[in-house]
């Protein structure tokens, strides 16, 4: 069982799409025997909120329900329990790496684009201050890591192929 863990800034607009994303892909593929999925926030303003109305909103539109998610701050024992860290950018790489004690832990951290845009460091724009277009961008994106994550097929790239439970 792989464990992730996929960590924005408040919990509450990028990394619920991407819990929201995988948890509807491992039900539809029936993968939960391969992968554990959590999302958690560098901050600790929305604790307990449900993700920001625009992420629900949209997460809906493209056929994912987000309602039932409540967001969590980031803890020094995930660290430990995760296997990966994927991050939505820089800030969230820079705070999340000040947390860990050993080089194994500094080694789960990723950027999550780097999935599909391998060493280039690119981040899931932060749409809290933005427009209906920033959360479907982000929605566009995390669907893309989210499916690479999981070893799914992502559209427009041949070379991934569902690989058998
Ligand atoms: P997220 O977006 O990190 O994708 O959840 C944000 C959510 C809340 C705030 C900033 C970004 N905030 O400043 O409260």
């Known amino acids: 069982m792989q464990k ?7 919990n509450i607009c990028r990394s619920p799409v991407g819990e929201g994303i ?11 025997q ?13 604790i307990d909120e449900s993700p920001d109305p625009r992420t629900i909103a949209n997460a809906h539109k ?3 329900d987000l309602s039932a998610l409540r967001a969590r701050q980031i803890k020094p024992e995930d660290l430990d329990y995760f ?8 800030s969230n790489y820079n705070d999340v790496v000040a947390m860990t004690k050993t080089k194994e832990q500094v ?18 724009p932060d749409p809290y201050y933005g427009q209906e277009k920033d959360f479907e961008n982000v929605f566009q994106l995390v669907n893309s890591a989210c499916r690479k994550m ?14 058998p439970i």
């Open 150 to 163: 999981l070893s799914l097929p992502v559209a427009g790239d041949e070379r991934q192929h569902i690989k």
């Open 4 to 10: 992730i863990l996929l960590v924005c800034l408040g």
């Open 22 to 32: 995988s948890l509807h892909l491992i039900r539809e593929y029936h993968l939960e």
């Open 34 to 46: 391969r992968f554990w999925v959590d999302s958690a926030g560098t901050a600790g303003y929305h």
């Open 83 to 90: 296997d990966n860290i994927y991050v939505m950018d820089r």
């Open 62 to 64: 493209n056929g994912v």
């Open 107 to 124: 080694r789960k951290v990723e950027f999550l684009l780097n999935l599909i845009e391998p060493g280039k460091n690119l981040p899931v």
